[in-house]
Nanobody
Framework: QVQLVESGGGLFQPGGSLRLSCAASGSNFRISTMGWYRQAPGSQRELVAAITNSGSTNYADSVKGRFIISRDNGKTTVYLQMNSLKPEDTAVYYC???????????WGQGTQVTVSS
């Protein structure tokens, strides 16, 4: 089992910045790709960014050039640096991790990010 705990959400102004963190615990050896998803009210959950064990990254078009995903050397903590925030970035952000041995995915409980003046 892998547990994911996010932190760093809150209320932010347009144009501002924040960093989300997600720490994994438990059977961390099972973790493969880690990523961030978000879900706004009335919308489906969507991929924001992902990073593999080797450091390859993938971003949604809507956040390219503004958000940066990174991972610590132990590969058990993933970060999302969010810059130039827009009101449309408002959503619950979920941390996700893949299991390298099965098709199972692990999810955090989510952290609310609100961008508003």
């Amino acid at each position: 089992q892998v547990q994911l705990v996010e932190s760093g959400g809150g209320l932010f102004q347009p144009g501002g910045s924040l960093r989300l963190s997600c720490a994994a615990s438990g059977s961390n050896f099972r973790i493969s790709t880690m990523g961030w998803y978000r879900q706004a009210p009335g919308s489906q959950r969507e991929l924001v960014a992902a990073i593999t064990n080797s450091g390859s990254t993938n971003y949604a078009d809507s956040v390219k050039g503004r958000f940066i995903i990174s991972r610590d050397n132990g590969k058990t903590t993933v970060y999302l640096q969010m810059n130039s925030l827009k009101p449309e970035d408002t959503a619950v952000y979920y941390c996700n991790a893949g299991d390298r041995y099965t098709i199972r995915e692990y999810w955090g409980q989510g952290t609310q990010v609100t961008v508003s003046s």
